[in-house]
Structure formats: structure tokens, C-alpha cells
């Protein structure tokens, strides 16, 4: 059974990547499986164009699957938007290699410039704010990198395991299949699976569910095969989920994955 | 005179950093020495007046050097009051969100390394420090929305203000918005769900900050005043699009909705009780939404039945023309 995302290299450049914010921001990366590289100017030295060149090397060296850059080094003048030529170069010379630029400008003025001066308009880069919750970062980062893991974690006990075309039920250290959830119901919940892994709130609209239905009606199929799949994940993890747990019926409108509470 | 002024500025954030740290340590502390509730009394209002006190000379010292700096400079540049109010005022706030946001960022980081050390250490985390982390990380974004209100707010008046089009996806603004409040809402036991109808709604040529801040108010508010709800849905026709957020919480009294957008009002201005809010988050909502050419409605029931909700709707417009017209 893979593990989700295993072999992710997040590289961190920030001339404070030592500060709590991002100690828990490389825990949730750690947590996540992905591994954090992290560059930094050294201790006294100044985070000119030295500096740069280092990170861009360290990029060519390690060849990241994403990195997350600092706007600001330092209150000096020229060192106030050193990310942003860091930023304008690594589009340069990669264009593809998905940036996240961690600031406080995610807004405004300043990230207005940030965007005109220094971005093609197809460069996957987005901006978040240094405050956002570790979570955030990590929903981000998926969906910058943009493609869907072999095997998607839905909560602690859920594993979907695209590969293998199972959902695995995970009690600590061991994992059992449940085989009842095979063929169109699979794909129903890989589908769901996939959505909440790149944006929990997201519900996925009964019309993309339905292709996965038959018969004259393929929304009460729809309604049959959501029933037997909380059944057979239920089963399998000696609970029973009611109307509102584990996938949502939202306003008539389409379903929506809730991992259970541990 | 100058110099003294940024040791206070200085000084006054210390003074404040250590009161948010009195009040953030009054749960350990208290429980260390004191038995009973009462204990935990002393050190809350030693942290909340330093805080206080901290602030007070942070922004006084940041007042006096700007009205020495105003009367130091030459007499020519009281000739265009409005521009240069506007653009003192701004960029005064933005250097005073940043100097803020330094301490503010320690204050969450500490927070969540705090939260990691207790989270790996034996036993449960006691109800009431959780109740704390809780409330800080929930007050974070809240602090950082006020600061961004304000700028907005100075930017709206200004007399120079124009309103910049650019290529948007509203379906990636709404989903960014999302992630930033589904933990928020997660952590006070509501859900938030979000969709798009049509799915692939695609670009649209927009003020992109004037969305993500309207609706960012939208949300934050929804998130706040629901039960157990939000819902947000993007829907579009020919030549506007429609975000509605909508809530399940108690409803607004019809005597209330006339008010809603009015400057500076909250509900308690009528009870004639201390605001909870700056009232600001409404007005500058819908003023960005009519000075993009689209507008901000409400329409909510407060029945004590069932179907209690609240929802808002912005519409604004695609202006797909702006393709053919050479918009970057």
C-alpha cells in the first residue's frame, strides 16, 4: 500500500524559517509525508544577491516539487522584496515549478506589483499569508503541484488507494480492505476522495456523480450506491454512519465528503 | 523630541507583547498557585491593561512622528490636502499593519508550538487551555481582517481610487476563501460547503481584491453567526455572476436589515451597548461591490422555526467585453 504523497520535497526559502510560524508549517509538511528543505541566509551575513544565487542553485541541485518563498528578507530597502527577484528568476528558468509565496501582501498594492512585475500569467505561483494556518499551507501546495497522490488519506482511518482501486480501513498500525466497495462505487468515492483532498469544503455536483450511475434513473442509483458505500465503511469500521456523516447530501445539490472523527 | 519617539514605539509593542503573554500563561500560572477560579484574576488584568497600555504608547508614538514629520515639511505640500491625506494615511496604516503583524506572527507561532508541546505530551489537553489555542487562532484572521478593512476603507474614500479589471477565476477566489475558514468553522463544530454551478465557470474580468475581500467578509461573518451551516455558491448568466452565502444561524429582525450596511452600525448601537464590531466589514463590502458596477443584497428570516437563515448575494458583472478590449 503506497503511502499518500511519499517523496514530496517542499524546498523553504525564508530568512526565518526558524521561527515558530514555520516550525509548525514544516511539522504539518512532516505530518503530511512531503520533506522540507530549507535554505537560509547564514547567521550575520546579508541576504543580498549572494543569497540569491544560493537558492537558485540549491533549486538546480535538489530540483523541489515546490518551494515556498519568503517576500521579505530584512527591513533593509533593497532586501524588503529580495523574494520577489528570487520569484521573477525561478519563473525564468523553470516556469513550471509551482511557487508559493509566503507574505503578508496577499493583498493590495504590493501584491499587485509582485504580480505585474514579476509573473508570465500562466506561472503556477499563488500568495499566502504568513498567518495562515499550517492546513492552509498544505491545501495550497496540493493544488499547486496539481496532481492527485497514488493514495488519498480521507481522515486518520479512511485510505483510498487509486492504484489498487480499494478503500483501505486503518486501525493503527493495521489495514483491511473493504471489498463490498469495488467497481462504479469506487469511483464514486475515489471522486469524492480526490475533491475533499483538494479543497475540503468542495461538494462534488450530483452531475459529475451520475456518470457513474445507470438506469432510468441515475440519481436514486446514485442515492442507492452513496447508502451502500457509508454501509460497507461502516461495516468494516464496526460503526453505522446517519445521514450526516461520512458523505453529506448538501441542499440537493451534490455530495460532499466528511472524514469520521477519530 | 524624534529620537525619544522610537524607543516608545518600541517599548509600547514589548509592553503589549507581554500582556498578550500574561494572558495567554493565566491558565498554566493560575492553576499552579491557585485553587479556585478567582486566582486567575490578577494576572488577566495585569496582561489586558499592559496590552492596553502597550498599544496606547505604540500609537501614540506613531502620531507624534507623523505630526512632526507634517510640520517639518515644507509649506507647498498643503496644497493638495485630499491626494496627499489619502496617501499619507494609507501608506501610514500599511507600515503600521506590518509593524503590527511582526508581533502578531509570534504571538500565533507561539501559539501553535504551545499547542504541539501539549498535544505531545501524556494525558488529554485539559478542555479549558484548548478553549484558549482555540481562541486565539480563531482572533488571528479576525485581527488581520479589521487591518485590511481599514486599508480598503482609506483606498474607497480616496479620491483617486480607480477600479483596475483583471482576468479572475471566481471559482479559485472562492475556493481560497474556503480553506482559510473551513478549519475555523471545523473547529467551532459548523461546516462549510462551497460549489459552483456550472462547475467550469471560467474567467471573468474583475477587480480580483474586491471579490476576495467582499466575500472574505461575506464568509467570515457567515462562519461567525451560523449553527451548524455555510454555503456559498457561485452561479453565473450572460453578463454577471452571483456569489451567495448563505447560513443557518438565527436570521436578522427585519428592523435590523435596513441598517446593516449603514457605517459603523452593529446591533448593539440600538441597544445602545458596547459595539462587538467596528461596523465597517458591511459598508465597505457593498460600496466595493457598486463601485465595481454590481451589488451587495441581504435577505434573511429570524422565524424561531426551522427555517431560520441568513443569505447574502453579490452580483457583479463578467465584463467579458474587456477581452476584446485589450485588457492585460
Given at each position: 500500500?503506497?503511502?499518500?504523497?511519499?517523496?514530496?520535497?517542499?524546498?523553504?526559502?525564508?530568512?526565518?524559517?526558524?521561527?515558530?510560524?514555520?516550525?509548525?508549517?514544516?511539522?504539518?509538511?512532516?505530518?503530511?509525508?512531503?520533506?522540507?528543505?530549507?535554505?537560509?541566509?547564514?547567521?550575520?551575513?546579508?541576504?543580498?544577491?549572494?543569497?540569491?544565487?544560493?537558492?537558485?542553485?540549491?533549486?538546480?541541485?535538489?530540483?523541489?516539487?515546490?518551494?515556498?518563498?519568503?517576500?521579505?528578507?530584512?527591513?533593509?530597502?533593497?532586501?524588503?522584496?529580495?523574494?520577489?527577484?528570487?520569484?521573477?528568476?525561478?519563473?525564468?528558468?523553470?516556469?513550471?515549478?509551482?511557487?508559493?509565496?509566503?507574505?503578508?501582501?496577499?493583498?493590495?498594492?504590493?501584491?499587485?506589483?509582485?504580480?505585474?512585475?514579476?509573473?508570465?500569467?500562466?506561472?503556477?505561483?499563488?500568495?499566502?499569508?504568513?498567518?495562515?494556518?499550517?492546513?492552509?499551507?498544505?491545501?495550497?501546495?496540493?493544488?499547486?503541484?496539481?496532481?492527485?497522490?497514488?493514495?488519498?488519506?480521507?481522515?486518520?482511518?479512511?485510505?483510498?488507494?487509486?492504484?489498487?482501486?480499494?478503500?483501505?480501513?486503518?486501525?493503527?498500525?493495521?489495514?483491511?480492505?473493504?471489498?463490498?466497495?469495488?467497481?462504479?462505487?469506487?469511483?464514486?468515492?475515489?471522486?469524492?476522495?480526490?475533491?475533499?483532498?483538494?479543497?475540503?469544503?468542495?461538494?462534488?455536483?450530483?452531475?459529475?456523480?451520475?456518470?457513474?450511475?445507470?438506469?432510468?434513473?441515475?440519481?436514486?442509483?446514485?442515492?442507492?450506491?452513496?447508502?451502500?458505500?457509508?454501509?460497507?465503511?461502516?461495516?468494516?469500521?464496526?460503526?453505522?454512519?446517519?445521514?450526516?456523516?461520512?458523505?453529506?447530501?448538501?441542499?440537493?445539490?451534490?455530495?460532499?465528503?466528511?472524514?469520521?472523527?477519530? | 523630541?524624534?529620537?525619544?519617539?522610537?524607543?516608545?514605539?518600541?517599548?509600547?509593542?514589548?509592553?503589549?507583547?507581554?500582556?498578550?503573554?500574561?494572558?495567554?500563561?493565566?491558565?498554566?500560572?493560575?492553576?499552579?498557585?491557585?485553587?479556585?477560579?478567582?486566582?486567575?484574576?490578577?494576572?488577566?488584568?495585569?496582561?489586558?491593561?499592559?496590552?492596553?497600555?502597550?498599544?496606547?504608547?505604540?500609537?501614540?508614538?506613531?502620531?507624534?512622528?507623523?505630526?512632526?514629520?507634517?510640520?517639518?515639511?515644507?509649506?507647498?505640500?498643503?496644497?493638495?490636502?485630499?491626494?496627499?491625506?489619502?496617501?499619507?494615511?494609507?501608506?501610514?496604516?500599511?507600515?503600521?499593519?506590518?509593524?503590527?503583524?511582526?508581533?502578531?506572527?509570534?504571538?500565533?507561532?507561539?501559539?501553535?508550538?504551545?499547542?504541539?508541546?501539549?498535544?505531545?505530551?501524556?494525558?488529554?489537553?485539559?478542555?479549558?487551555?484548548?478553549?484558549?489555542?482555540?481562541?486565539?487562532?480563531?482572533?488571528?484572521?479576525?485581527?488581520?481582517?479589521?487591518?485590511?478593512?481599514?486599508?480598503?476603507?482609506?483606498?474607497?474614500?480616496?479620491?483617486?481610487?480607480?477600479?483596475?479589471?483583471?482576468p479572475v477565476e471566481p471559482v479559485?477566489?472562492?475556493?481560497?476563501?474556503?480553506?482559510?475558514?473551513?478549519?475555523?468553522?471545523?473547529?467551532?463544530?459548523?461546516?462549510?460547503?462551497?460549489?459552483s454551478?456550472p462547475?467550469e465557470l471560467g474567467l471573468v474580468?474583475?477587480?480580483?481584491?474586491?471579490?476576495?475581500?467582499?466575500?472574505?467578509?461575506?464568509?467570515?461573518?457567515?462562519?461567525?453567526?451560523?449553527?451548524?451551516?455555510?454555503?456559498?455558491?457561485?452561479?453565473n448568466?450572460?453578463?454577471?455572476f452571483?456569489?451567495?452565502?448563505?447560513?443557518?444561524?438565527?436570521?436578522?429582525?427585519?428592523?435590523?436589515?435596513?441598517?446593516?450596511?449603514?457605517?459603523?452600525?452593529?446591533?448593539?448601537?440600538?441597544?445602545?451597548?458596547?459595539?462587538?464590531?467596528?461596523?465597517?466589514?458591511?459598508?465597505?463590502?457593498?460600496?466595493?461591490?457598486?463601485?465595481?458596477?454590481?451589488?451587495?443584497?441581504?435577505?434573511?428570516?429570524?422565524?424561531?422555526?426551522?427555517?431560520?437563515?441568513?443569505?447574502?448575494?453579490?452580483?457583479?458583472?463578467s465584463?467579458l467585453?474587456?477581452?476584446?478590449?485589450?485588457?492585460?
Amino acid at each position: 500500500m503506497a503511502r499518500a504523497n511519499s517523496g514530496r520535497k517542499i524546498m523553504i526559502v525564508d530568512d526565518e524559517s526558524e521561527s515558530a510560524i514555520l516550525r509548525a508549517v514544516r511539522r504539518r509538511l512532516a505530518s503530511e509525508g512531503w520533506e522540507a528543505l530549507v535554505i537560509q541566509p547564514a547567521p550575520g551575513h546579508s541576504v543580498g544577491e549572494e543569497f540569491e544565487a544560493a537558492a537558485l542553485w540549491s533549486i538546480e541541485e535538489e530540483r523541489p516539487d515546490a518551494v515556498l518563498l519568503d517576500v521579505r528578507f530584512g527591513e533593509h530597502r533593497d532586501d524588503q522584496f529580495r523574494g520577489l527577484n528570487i520569484l521573477s528568476e525561478i519563473v525564468e528558468k523553470w516556469p513550471k515549478l509551482p511557487i508559493l509565496m509566503f507574505t503578508q501582501y496577499t493583498q493590495g498594492p504590493d501584491r499587485e506589483t509582485a504580480v505585474q512585475g514579476s509573473l508570465q500569467w500562466d506561472a503556477p505561483v499563488d500568495f499566502i499569508d504568513k498567518l495562515a494556518s499550517p492546513d492552509e499551507v498544505i491545501l495550497r501546495l496540493r493544488r499547486l503541484i496539481g496532481t492527485s497522490p497514488e493514495s488519498i488519506p480521507v481522515g486518520e482511518q479512511i485510505l483510498v488507494d487509486v492504484s489498487a482501486r480499494l478503500v483501505y480501513i486503518v486501525n493503527g498500525e493495521a489495514s483491511a480492505p473493504a471489498l463490498d466497495i469495488q467497481g462504479m462505487k469506487f469511483e464514486i468515492f475515489r471522486e469524492l476522495a480526490a475533491t475533499w483532498y483538494r479543497s475540503p469544503g468542495e461538494l462534488v455536483a450530483f452531475s459529475r456523480l451520475e456518470r457513474y450511475s445507470d438506469g432510468e434513473d441515475p440519481r436514486a442509483s446514485l442515492r442507492v450506491r452513496i447508502r451502500e458505500i457509508k454501509d460497507a465503511i461502516g461495516k468494516a469500521m464496526n460503526t453505522h454512519f446517519g445521514p450526516s456523516e461520512l458523505i453529506l447530501n448538501v441542499r440537493d445539490q451534490g455530495y460532499r465528503l466528511v472524514p469520521p472523527k477519530s | 523630541m524624534t529620537r525619544l519617539l522610537t524607543p516608545t514605539k518600541f517599548i509600547g509593542g514589548v509592553i503589549a507583547l507581554g500582556g498578550l503573554v500574561c494572558i495567554i500563561l493565566t491558565p498554566f500560572v493560575g492553576k499552579s498557585f491557585f485553587d479556585f477560579l478567582w486566582g486567575l484574576e490578577p494576572l488577566t488584568y495585569i496582561g489586558g491593561i499592559l496590552l492596553i497600555a502597550g498599544l496606547g504608547a505604540a500609537a501614540a508614538a506613531y502620531a507624534g512622528a507623523e505630526w512632526i514629520r507634517r510640520r517639518s515639511e515644507p509649506e507647498s505640500n498643503n496644497q493638495r490636502p485630499e491626494h496627499s491625506w489619502s496617501e499619507t494615511t494609507l501608506q501610514y496604516f500599511q507600515l503600521f499593519d506590518h509593524d503590527l503583524g511582526r508581533p502578531l506572527r509570534r504571538i500565533a507561532g507561539k501559539e501553535r508550538e504551545l499547542r504541539a508541546v501539549l498535544q505531545a505530551a501524556p494525558g488529554e489537553m485539559d478542555d479549558g487551555v484548548k478553549d484558549l489555542l482555540d481562541e486565539i487562532e480563531r482572533q488571528t484572521p479576525n485581527f488581520r481582517l479589521m487591518m485590511t478593512n481599514i486599508q480598503v476603507l482609506i483606498e474607497l474614500e480616496s479620491p483617486e481610487t480607480d477600479n483596475q479589471l483583471q482576468p479572475v477565476e471566481p471559482v479559485e477566489v472562492i475556493r481560497r476563501i474556503a480553506d482559510r475558514y473551513t478549519s475555523v468553522a471545523s473547529e467551532a463544530d459548523k461546516e462549510i460547503s462551497w460549489w459552483s454551478e456550472p462547475a467550469e465557470l471560467g474567467l471573468v474580468y474583475a477587480n480580483s481584491n474586491a471579490i476576495e475581500h467582499i466575500v472574505t467578509n461575506l464568509v467570515d461573518n457567515a462562519v461567525r453567526f451560523a449553527d451548524t451551516h455555510v454555503e456559498v455558491k457561485l452561479t453565473n448568466n450572460p453578463s454577471h455572476f452571483f456569489i451567495r452565502v448563505w447560513d443557518d444561524g438565527p436570521g436578522i429582525g427585519r428592523q435590523y436589515v435596513q441598517h446593516l450596511f449603514d457605517r459603523g452600525w452593529t446591533p448593539e448601537v440600538v441597544r445602545r451597548e458596547e459595539k462587538s464590531s467596528s461596523g465597517l466589514g458591511l459598508f465597505i463590502a457593498r460600496s466595493l461591490a457598486r463601485r465595481s458596477g454590481g451589488d451587495l443584497t441581504v435577505e434573511s428570516d429570524d422565524s424561531p422555526d426551522g427555517e431560520h437563515h441568513t443569505a447574502f448575494l453579490l452580483s457583479l458583472p463578467s465584463n467579458l467585453e474587456a477581452q476584446h478590449n485589450g485588457v492585460r
